[in-house]
């Protein structure tokens, strides 16, 4: 059978800045190679240690509005003041040969990509309290206080969106979140496919119309 029959699996992480999405996302990749990360395109400028290809691309506010004039974007939408999109490329192609792959975007950027992928898991993660969230942006010590506050009240709007998605995890205790995403990417496999191309031999084996 060819790898089209058999798409993969396409997940879609979100949460308010500081919820833990970041490090989530980059546990489950290294427990489990198989998922592949989108590198997004953004307006904004490099943190840190952040190198252009790895973290982002990070393109001037001409260039982004270049791809959107090409239609290259699967998704984008603005945040926190500056743009962000996932590239078609990266995710159709891959999708398209069996491969699963995680995207970690904003949640107008999760909506728009279950209007094109209509079978994409929507997961969701909170933080377990407010003061938690404020305390976990602080400690990151990447951000500016006037840049928490935004994100604080971003943050705000974003969680009225939380019901629209598929799985919500909270991030509490780390190592229970990181099961409980392990266990939805494990659950949707069981559903779809490598173990659906595998139950499809077995099936056929078995005589099982
Ligand atoms: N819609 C959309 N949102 C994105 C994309 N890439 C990143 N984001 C979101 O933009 C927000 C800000 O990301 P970033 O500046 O890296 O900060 P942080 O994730 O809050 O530390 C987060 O909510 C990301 O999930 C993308 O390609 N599309
Ligand atoms: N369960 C948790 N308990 C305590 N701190 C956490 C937990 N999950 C993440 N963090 C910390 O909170 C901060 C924000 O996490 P990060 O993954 O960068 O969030 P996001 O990608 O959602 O903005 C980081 O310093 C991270 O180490």
Known sequence: MSAMEYPGNLF????????GKSSLVKALRELDSAVNPSVSHTTRAPRGQEKHGREYFFVSPAEFDAMV?????????????????????????????????????????ALQV?????????????????????????????????VIELRLQ?????????????????????????????????AQRLRYSAQRRARADTFAALNIP
């Open 12 to 19: 879609v992480v979100a949460a308010p800045s500081g919820a």
């Open 69 to 109: 004039q090409a239609e290259a974007f699967l998704e984008w939408a603005n945040v926190h003041g500056h743009r962000y999109g996932t590239s078609k490329r990266a995710v159709e192609e891959r999708i398209a040969s069996g491969a699963d792959v995680i995207l970690e975007i904003d949640f107008q950027g």
């Open 114 to 146: 279950r209007k094109v992928f209509a079978n994409a898991v929507l997961i969701f993660i909170l933080p377990p309290s407010w003061e938690e969230l404020r305390s976990r942006l602080e400690r990151r010590g990447e951000d500016a206080p006037e």
């Open 154 to 186: 971003n943050a705000a709007e974003e969680m009225t969106q939380t019901r629209e998605f598929d799985y919500v995890i909270i991030n509490e205790l780390f190592e229970r979140a990181l099961f409980d995403l392990k266990a939805i990417v494990h």
